[in-house]
C-alpha cells in the first residue's frame, strides 16, 4: 500500500530536493515552523521529540512519569511526541524499565498519554521495538551492562546469530524461521494494540543495534539462509515487518521507520545500503524515514558533533526520493531552520536538548519571529508580564 506524500512534488524545487515533499513547492517558503501535513495528518511545526527510553516502567506499563514527561514537550510546543522504544515482547525490552505494549493491558495508561498529547495540539506517535542481543541490560545509570542470569534480573536474548554484542553481553540464540515469524506477529498485534490506544504515527526501530538492525548488518547477521548473506536477505526481516505494519496502519495514518543510516565501522552497514533500504519502504508506504546511526557494534569511530547525522539525511532524502527525519546533536533554532530551508530534512528530531528544556519550540516560535503559541493558561499571563 504506497501512498504519495499529502504535498506532492513538483518538477522545479526551490531548494534541489527531490523527496516529493512541501519543499517542491515554489510558494510559500518552508521553515522549521511551517506545518507539516503527511497522509491524513498535519503537524504544526517540523519540531518532534525523539524516542527517548526512561527505564522507570514497571512491567511494561506507562505511569504518571511517562504522562509527565511526554506531555510537557507536548504542552512546550512540539508537532509530534514520540513515545520511547516499547517492547512488542517482554524479552524483547532493552531493560526490566522499558515501556512495552505486549498485552492488552498496557493498551490504557498509553492510551492516557495520548488523549493529553493530542489535547494540546500535538500528534502522539510510538516507537516499537525488539532490542534482540542487546535486551536484558541493566539500567544506564548502573553500567547498562547485559544481565546475564535471570538471578540478577537477567532473561535470554535472541538474535540473527548467535555473535554476542561485546565480551561482557549475553550470546543471542538465532532465531529460527518459527521464531522470525513470531517476531513479525508480535510487531502486528503491537501496532494493532497502538492504534487501540489512539496513536496517529506508528514508528518501526530498526536503528541503534536492536533486533532490526541486527538483521541488516553484516557484522551482526552470519545467518546462511534466507534472512542473512545478500543485502537482499538481510533486508527481509525488517521488510517483512514494515509491509506487515503497513498494512495494519490506516491508509490516513503516517508510518515512520528509524535507521541507523551506517554502524560506522568497516566491513557493516552503510548509508549506501541504507539508501537501497529506504527506497524498499517507500515502495512498501512507509512515510518518513527517521535517520539515526550507530549503536551495532562498540568500537565504532562516531564522528560526533553538530548535526552530524545530518548529511546522512539528506543523501537518503536525495537519493531515495522520501521524506526524512535529522537528529543528533541539533540544538539551536537558527540551525534546525537551516536544517528545514536547506531541504535536508521535513522534520527535525530532538532529544537531550528537550530534555534540558521542554518549552524549546515555544522559545524557537520566539527566536524565529513568530509568536509562541503558549498554552492558554499561561500564554496570557506569561504576555502580561512582558509588557
Ligand atoms: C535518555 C535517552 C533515551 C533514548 N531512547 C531512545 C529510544 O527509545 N529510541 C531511539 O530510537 N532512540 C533513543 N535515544 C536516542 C535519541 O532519540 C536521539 O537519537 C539521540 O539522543 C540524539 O539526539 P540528541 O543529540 O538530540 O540527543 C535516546 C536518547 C536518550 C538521551
Same mark, same amino acid.
Given at each position: 500500500?504506497?501512498?504519495p506524500?499529502?504535498d506532492s512534488?513538483?518538477?522545479n524545487?526551490?531548494?534541489?530536493?527531490?523527496?516529493?515533499?512541501?519543499?517542491?513547492?515554489?510558494?510559500?517558503?518552508?521553515?522549521?515552523?511551517s506545518?507539516l501535513?503527511?497522509r491524513?495528518?498535519r503537524f504544526?511545526?517540523?519540531?518532534a521529540m525523539?524516542p527517548m527510553? @526512561?527505564?522507570v516502567?514497571?512491567?511494561?506499563?506507562?505511569?504518571?512519569?511517562?504522562?509527565?514527561?511526554?506531555g510537557s514537550?507536548a504542552?512546550g510546543?512540539?508537532?509530534?511526541?514520540?513515545v520511547?522504544?516499547?517492547?512488542?515482547?517482554?524479552d524483547?525490552?532493552?531493560?526490566?524499565?522499558?515501556?512495552?505494549i505486549?498485552s492488552?493491558?498496557h493498551i490504557?495508561?498509553?492510551a492516557r498519554i495520548v488523549r493529553?498529547?493530542?489535547? @494540546?495540539?500535538?500528534?502522539?506517535?510510538?516507537?516499537?521495538?525488539?532490542?534482540?542481543?542487546?535486551?536484558s541490560?541493566?539500567?544506564p545509570?548502573?553500567?547498562?551492562a547485559?544481565?546475564l542470569t535471570?538471578e540478577?534480573?537477567?532473561?535470554?536474548?535472541?538474535?540473527?546469530?548467535a555473535?554476542?554484542?561485546?565480551d561482557?553481553?549475553?550470546?543471542?540464540?538465532?532465531?529460527?524461521?518459527?521464531?522470525?515469524?513470531?517476531?513479525?506477529?508480535?510487531?502486528e498485534?503491537?501496532?494493532?494494540?497502538?492504534?487501540?490506544?489512539?496513536?496517529?504515527?506508528i514508528?518501526?526501530?530498526?536503528?541503534?543495534?536492536?533486533?532490526?538492525?541486527?538483521?541488516?548488518?553484516?557484522?551482526?547477521n552470519?545467518?546462511?539462509?534466507?534472512?542473512g548473506?545478500?543485502?537482499e536477505?538481510?533486508?527481509r526481516?525488517p521488510?517483512?515487518?514494515a509491509?506487515?505494519?503497513r498494512?495494519?496502519?490506516?491508509?490516513?495514518?503516517p508510518?515512520?521507520?528509524?535507521?541507523?543510516?551506517?554502524? !560506522?565501522?568497516?566491513?557493516g552497514?552503510?548509508?549506501d @545500503?541504507s539508501?537501497?533500504?529506504?527506497?524498499?519502504?517507500k515502495?512498501?508506504?512507509?512515510d518518513l524515514?527517521?535517520?539515526?546511526?550507530?549503536?551495532l557494534?562498540p568500537?565504532?569511530?562516531?564522528?560526533?558533533?553538530?548535526?552530524?547525522q545530518?548529511?546522512?539525511?539528506?543523501?537518503?532524502?536525495?537519493?531515495?526520493?522520501?521524506?526524512?527525519g535529522?537528529?543528533?546533536?541539533?540544538?539551536?533554532?537558527?540551525?534546525?531552520?537551516?536544517?528545514v530551508?536547506?531541504?535536508d530534512?521535513?522534520?527535525?528530531?530532538?532529544a537531550?536538548?528537550?530534555l534540558?528544556?521542554?518549552? !524549546?519550540?515555544?522559545?524557537a @516560535?520566539?527566536?524565529?519571529?513568530?509568536?509562541?503559541?503558549w498554552?492558554?493558561s499561561?500564554?496570557?499571563?506569561?504576555?502580561?508580564?512582558a509588557?
Amino acid at each position: 500500500m504506497t501512498a504519495p506524500l499529502a504535498d506532492s512534488t513538483s518538477a522545479n524545487a526551490p531548494h534541489g530536493c527531490p523527496a516529493g515533499s512541501d519543499h517542491d513547492r515554489e510558494v510559500p517558503e518552508i521553515d522549521l515552523l511551517s506545518p507539516l501535513t503527511i497522509r491524513g495528518v498535519r503537524f504544526r511545526n517540523r519540531i518532534a521529540m525523539a524516542p527517548m527510553c @526512561q527505564y522507570v516502567a514497571r512491567d511494561g506499563f506507562a505511569d504518571d512519569w511517562h504522562l509527565v514527561h511526554l506531555g510537557s514537550r507536548a504542552a512546550g510546543g512540539v508537532s509530534l511526541v514520540v513515545v520511547e522504544a516499547t517492547a512488542v515482547t517482554a524479552d524483547g525490552r532493552i531493560t526490566a524499565g522499558d515501556l512495552g505494549i505486549w498485552s492488552e493491558a498496557h493498551i490504557e495508561p498509553l492510551a492516557r498519554i495520548v488523549r493529553f498529547v493530542e489535547s @494540546q495540539g500535538a500528534v502522539a506517535g510510538i516507537q516499537l521495538a525488539h532490542a534482540g542481543r542487546k535486551a536484558s541490560s541493566d539500567l544506564p545509570w548502573k553500567g547498562g551492562a547485559g544481565l546475564l542470569t535471570p538471578e540478577a534480573g537477567g532473561w535470554p536474548v535472541v538474535g540473527p546469530s548467535a555473535l554476542p554484542f561485546d565480551d561482557g553481553s549475553p550470546t543471542p540464540s538465532a532465531l529460527d524461521k518459527a521464531g522470525i515469524d513470531g517476531v513479525v506477529a508480535a510487531f502486528e498485534a503491537a501496532t494493532r494494540r497502538a492504534l487501540a490506544a489512539g496513536f496517529r504515527v506508528i514508528e518501526i526501530h530498526s536503528a541503534h543495534g536492536y533486533l532490526l538492525h541486527e538483521f541488516l548488518s553484516p557484522l551482526s547477521n552470519r545467518r546462511t539462509d534466507d534472512y542473512g548473506g545478500s543485502l537482499e536477505n538481510r533486508l527481509r526481516l525488517p521488510l517483512r515487518v514494515a509491509e506487515a505494519v503497513r498494512r495494519i496502519v490506516p491508509a490516513e495514518l503516517p508510518f515512520f521507520v528509524r535507521i541507523s543510516a551506517t554502524d !560506522w565501522t568497516d566491513d557493516g552497514w552503510d548509508v549506501d @545500503q541504507s539508501v537501497v533500504y529506504a527506497r524498499r519502504l517507500k515502495e512498501l508506504g512507509v512515510d518518513l524515514i527517521d535517520v539515526s546511526s550507530g549503536g551495532l557494534v562498540p568500537k565504532a569511530r562516531i564522528p560526533v558533533g553538530k548535526g552530524y547525522q545530518v548529511p546522512l539525511a539528506r543523501k537518503i532524502r536525495d537519493e531515495a526520493g522520501i521524506a526524512t527525519g535529522a537528529v543528533g546533536l541539533i540544538t539551536e533554532a537558527g540551525h534546525a531552520n537551516e536544517i528545514v530551508t536547506g531541504g535536508d530534512a521535513d522534520l527535525v528530531f530532538l532529544a537531550r536538548e528537550l530534555l534540558r528544556e521542554p518549552y !524549546w519550540a515555544l522559545k524557537a @516560535q520566539q527566536e524565529l519571529g513568530a509568536e509562541p503559541a503558549w498554552p492558554i493558561s499561561y500564554g496570557y499571563a506569561v504576555k502580561r508580564r512582558a509588557k
